[in-house]
Structure formats: structure tokens, C-alpha cells
């Protein structure tokens, strides 16, 4: 069975690497690289990755589709998708992963999603017709390119910095403690407990001690892997779920030749016209 994963993961990134000629525009630049690094004798996974690529991706698909969310929900999503990122490369690079963060005040659904196999992250903020929750839930998603039964997981968290949620999420759904750290300029960090981990160490890191980790531990570089903000919808995926209205125009569009539908992953905005459907 071992070795079976292995081969599969080795055709993946095979598959990885052919489908990047494919984008010969893409350089290294228009990604962030997250470091996968084992931090000897603490026994703990570092995950670091510098975010002003995605970021950039992220504020020009805002623009591109007139989207101005408040500036603390724009922060929240940001983070939630840094810290997405370095869980994607905690995780078995096969995985695709969803995230939604049902809050009460701010009363707000924020979600996000990636796959390491699509070296993609997106997300978007529902501030419309959100339930309002009696406490703020997080909901995760994880499936798998062989197409297995998702994984889901509940879990109460308690404020409103995603940062800080990571920890709740590791301690509940994947069982071992885990911290993150928001460093200077745009760098993030995950470290999370492998068997035998120092726990002491890992609950007395701060974010000066992270910064220098490399400087002061024993560490072995183990992988990267490389992200982009992108979605992939466009309006061909989206005019094949408007089907049903097809006998039906009048009550899909009222009395208006052409309506906008907004992708439920990332917000982009569609105009989509009677003769369309």
C-alpha cells in the first residue's frame, strides 16, 4: 500500500510539472513557494511561505471585478488563505481542502479552498442572507483525487483571527497541537507537532523565535510547493447550472435582457444575456 502512494504521488507531480509547460508566461515570480522544513531533535513541521504574490493575484481579481470588501473582513480573508496554504502543504499533495468560517459578528460566511495538485487557492466573503449563527462555527472539507467520501469537520472557534484558529482546528481535527505566526512582510509560518514533538518548545515559540528558527535549530529541508490565487471559473462552467431555466426565462430574468451571476468560490461576476440560456 506504501508503495502504491508513493508511485501515485510521484505520477501527480509528474503531472504537475508537464502541465506548468502548458503556461509559458508563468514564472517563478507570479507564485508563493511554501518551504516544507523538519525541525530536528523539537520534532515539528515548518511550513513558511512570503504571500505578496497571492496577495497581488488576489487585489487584481477585486479590481477586475469590482469587488471592495471592509477592510477587516478583506484582512480575515487574507490570513484565511495563507494559512490554508501552509496547512495544503502539511497535508498529502492529492488533497483538495475547503474552508468556512459561518461568523456572528461580523456576520459573515468567509470561505476558502486550494489544492496543492492545482497549486490554487481562492475564496470570497458572503455578507448577504448569512444565517446568523448562536456561536461562530468553522466547517472543513477534505477530498482527494481518487475521489473518496469527503471528510468533513465542525468545530466551534472562539473570536475572529483566522491565525488563531489554526490552533483549534489542529487540536480538534487533526489531533496534535499546531501554532501559527503572522511575521513581517507578508510572511506566515505554521508549525505543527510531529510524534515525540517538544511541547514545551512549541508553546513558548513567539514570532521572534520563529523567524530565526533556521538559525537556531537543527533543520532539514523536506519539500515546496507553489501557489497561485486563481479559481478557474469562467462562464462557460457557470451557464450549464442556469440548465433548468432554460423553459423558463421570464422568472430567471423578470423584465431584464441580461443578469449578473457571481461565482460562489471567489466572486468574480458574469453578465449572462436571455439568448445565453
Request: contains cysteine; aromatic residues 10%.
Amino acid at each position: 500500500m506504501a508503495e502504491l502512494r508513493a508511485q501515485r504521488v510521484s505520477m501527480w507531480r509528474a503531472f504537475s510539472r508537464c502541465a506548468l509547460l502548458f503556461h509559458p508566461m508563468e514564472s517563478a515570480e507570479d507564485f508563493t513557494t511554501v518551504e516544507s522544513i523538519f525541525v530536528r531533535h523539537r520534532n515539528a513541521l515548518l511550513l513558511r511561505g512570503q504571500f505578496t504574490p497571492i496577495y497581488t493575484d488576489y487585489y487584481l481579481h477585486l479590481m477586475q471585478h469590482d469587488v471592495h470588501p471592509p477592510a477587516e473582513l478583506d484582512q480575515m480573508l487574507k490570513d484565511s488563505l495563507a494559512m490554508l496554504t501552509l496547512h495544503l502543504v502539511a497535508r498529502p499533495w492529492a488533497e483538495s481542502i475547503a474552508w468556512t468560517a459561518n461568523l456572528r459578528a461580523p456576520r459573515m460566511n468567509l470561505f476558502v479552498t486550494g489544492s496543492s495538485f492545482d497549486e490554487a487557492v481562492t475564496g470570497r466573503i458572503f455578507t448577504e442572507d448569512v444565517r446568523e449563527p448562536d456561536r461562530n462555527f468553522f466547517y472543513a472539507q477534505t477530498t482527494t483525487v481518487e475521489g473518496s467520501e469527503p471528510r468533513l469537520s465542525t468545530l466551534e472557534v472562539l473570536g475572529k483571527d483566522p491565525i488563531a484558529w489554526i490552533s483549534q482546528y489542529y487540536d480538534q481535527s487533526e489531533q496534535r497541537p499546531a501554532r501559527a505566526f503572522r511575521l513581517e512582510d507578508e510572511n506566515f509560518v505554521l508549525i505543527a507537532a510531529q510524534p515525540d514533538c517538544d511541547l514545551e518548545w512549541l508553546e513558548a515559540l513567539d514570532a521572534d523565535a520563529v523567524a530565526k528558527i533556521t538559525e537556531t535549530e537543527e533543520t532539514s529541508p523536506l519539500e515546496s510547493r507553489r501557489f497561485r490565487f486563481h479559481c478557474g471559473c469562467s462562464i462557460e462552467k457557470i451557464l450549464p447550472i442556469l440548465g433548468g431555466w432554460k423553459d423558463k426565462p421570464d422568472v430567471l430574468f423578470q423584465d431584464a435582457e441580461s443578469i449578473n451571476i457571481q461565482c460562489p468560490r471567489c466572486a468574480a461576476t458574469y453578465q449572462v444575456t436571455r439568448g445565453m440560456i
